[in-house]
């Protein structure tokens, strides 16, 4: 009888114990992650992107990312689970999951839910597939032809075929899914690969495969103006079809343009890092030191950026769901349009 009674209290003792083990284990795994609250930007906010909820973050090469709900800022490093303090892109899911890609030291792709980061492992993948809900992600600056798709459950880690007539090592600069739910690459330096979901029509003319400073650049920008028309950051607008037209093997037209954000035909400004199109159906560029220019399609107007007089270093512009637009620096932080001029942002 007192044996009996023994090993039943030790059982209890068991049972209570793992009790508590899973009950710590699920409170972990659920636990909030909680930043620093902070009083101000860092001065490198590259990226600018706005969720479904409305909320604001800034993604930096330095100090990591940055939550604003409007009233108060959150700061996110590598003490919170951050693989690295440098973010190059910020994405959304349908489910309002936030996705942070950071290039260097290595590719990475780290997923947000809200209570903890979790890095997504790439799997080798020759899954080529188009639907709505899909995520793709840039594999980074190097010249190697790799992009990742994410289906929610996947992160798959596919080659892009080489063009037939550049069969040449290249980098993935853009990523673009046009109006008609059409995937497109931008690289360096063989040109802009569409991918509808049964094929890959690439488009190889010089404008878009000869780029200035050896090719640093690159197709970093890719968007539809409100005629249906292609810009690839260069002084050329295409017209693109969804076959090859009856008089041309080639899917697209392309057209002469604005020339250089001048206004000038032959001009060092016919080049840009980032592009939108704005409520009006006016596009937006912005250069890496000569400011924002905006094309209404009649006129361009130019927009400096400065800081005591010396212009600022911008990456990138994103447009909220407002319309307001936002810029990424290098330096300087983050700026907001105010209906006349970018002005720097101070929460």
């Given at each position: 009888m007192k044996s009996t009674i023994i090993v039943f209290l030790s059982i209890v003792a068991l049972l209570t114990s793992c009790i508590g083990q899973n009950s710590n284990q699920n409170k972990n795994r659920d636990q909030i992650?909680?930043?620093?609250?902070v009083k101000a930007l860092g001065s490198s906010i590259m990226v600018v992107y706005q969720d479904k909820k409305n909320v604001y973050w800034f993604g930096s090469w330095e100090t990591g990312v940055y939550r604003y709900d409007g009233k108060t800022l959150v700061n996110y490093t590598t003490k919170h689970g951050l693989p690295n303090n440098r973010i190059d892109e910020i994405q959304e899911d349908e489910f309002g999951n936030i996705y942070f890609t950071s290039f260097y030291p290595k590719p990475t792709i780290i997923k947000f839910?809200?209570?903890?980061?979790t890095t997504l492992?790439?799997?080798?993948?020759?899954n080529w597939q188009l639907t709505s809900t899909d995520l793709w992600f840039k594999h980074t600056y190097d010249l190697e032809n790799y992009i990742y798709r994410y289906d929610g459950t996947t992160l798959h880690k596919l080659q892009l075929p080489e063009p037939p007539n550049l069969p040449n090592p290249f980098g993935v600069y853009s990523i673009y899914k046009d109006i008609k739910g059409n995937i497109w690459f931008g690289t360096n330096p063989?040109?802009?690969?569409?991918?509808?979901?049964?094929?890959?029509?690439?488009?190889?003319?010089?404008?878009?495969?000869?780029?200035?400073?050896?090719?640093?650049n690159g197709v970093r920008s890719i968007t539809e103006d409100k005629n249906g028309d292609f810009w690839f950051n260069t002084e050329n607008r295409y017209s693109v079809y969804d076959s090859a037209t009856i008089n041309s093997t080639k899917f697209y037209t392309r057209h002469e343009s604005i020339g250089g954000l001048d206004g000038k035909q032959n001009s060092n400004l016919n080049?840009?890092?980032s592009t939108v199109r704005d409520n009006d159906q006016n596009l937006w560029f912005v250069t890496y030191l000569d400011g924002v220019w905006k094309y209404d399609g009649t006129k361009i107007t130019h927009y400096p950026i400065q800081e005591n007089s010396k212009q600022i270093p911008l990456f990138s512009i994103h447009k909220d769901n407002n319309g307001d637009?936002?810029?990424?620096?290098h330096e300087n932080g983050a700026y907001k349009y105010n209906g006349q001029t970018f002005e720097k942002f101070k929460p």
């Open positions: 992650i909680l930043g620093d609250t839910d809200g209570n903890r980061f492992a790439p799997i080798p993948s020759n063989v040109g802009v690969c569409r991918y509808n979901g049964k094929s890959f029509d690439w488009i190889t003319e010089e404008d878009v495969t000869e780029f200035r400073n050896e090719g640093a080049e840009y890092l637009l936002w810029l990424g620096s």
